[in-house]
């Protein structure tokens, strides 16, 4: 009777702690760091320069980091795939806000709040959120940078195999509280890597060798409309959700 009771303290003893590190982790980092005391260092690289109005705006990683809510990998992939497609197409020159056009084919919150901050500014309410159907892949960490100006484009693509094959599959399982304390590990060590090391590796390591080509465009995209499309589309697509249950 006496090792019955004793197993079953033991059980709950482990549920216990077992539900209270899920519970910490299913909050976040932000969160989980304060709590710790734990102090992010940043990397330091240099920041994205922008004319906005003719004026210089200057976007570091701290700024893209405070603005998504708290260091992220795909803030830290958007802006040195931004970054560098920037670079390659005006070299040493500060580009014209106007001038750019930028095309992502992930819709991670990250990726997005990062172009957000970069052509839309520092307001939340003009936050982007993407169509239905765009999927989360490590194969899809691919953006396009336009230079209008000079009819001027670049792919910038992560290399897939830079990027962890079950890091969204275990994403989804922090989002859904079923994440165990051992994945929790393994997911937090991908995050650690990419936020920490990412910033300074080599452009070449991460996306190989893009180059620039010349494009012609056709149409026109007015303030807002995109935003506009993707609101409508979202609500198309609960409306089909809905009446399929």
Not at 12 to 36: D, I, N
Not at 81 to 108: C, K, M, W
Not at 126 to 144: I, Q
Request: proline share 7%; net charge positive; charged share 25%.
């Amino acid at each position: 009777m006496i090792n019955k009771l004793h197993l079953l303290f033991f059980i709950l003893l482990f549920l216990s702690v077992s539900f209270f590190h899920t519970t910490v982790f299913a909050h976040g980092c932000l969160e989980c760091h304060t709590k710790h005391g734990v102090k992010e260092k940043v990397p330091l690289i240099p920041p994205i320069n922008l004319l906005v109005n003719s004026k210089k705006c200057t976007i570091t990683l701290t700024d893209a980091f405070k603005f998504h809510g708290h260091p992220c990998p795909g803030v830290t992939i958007a802006f040195r795939a931004i970054q560098h497609g920037i670079n390659i197409l005006y070299d040493s020159e500060i580009p014209e806000q106007n001038d750019l056009l930028v095309f992502s084919r992930i819709p991670t919150r990250g990726s997005l709040d990062l172009i957000d901050l970069l052509m839309k500014g520092d307001k939340l309410s003009k936050r982007t959120w993407p169509p239905e159907g765009m999927k989360k892949s490590r194969d899809n960490f691919s953006f396009t940078v336009m230079r209008k100006s000079t009819c001027q484009a670049v792919d910038v693509k992560l290399k897939p195999e830079r990027f962890p094959k079950d890091f969204f599959k275990l994403k989804k399982k922090e989002k859904d509280k079923t994440l165990t304390s051992k994945e929790w590990d393994i997911l937090h060590t991908y995050m650690k890597n990419i936020i920490l090391n990412f910033p300074t590796m080599p452009a070449k390591e991460l996306f190989g060798n893009p180059r620039p080509y010349k494009v012609i465009v056709w149409g026109k995209l007015l303030p807002g409309e995109m935003d506009k499309h993707i609101k409508q589309l979202r609500k198309k697509y609960r409306k089909r959700s809905h009446g399929q249950r």
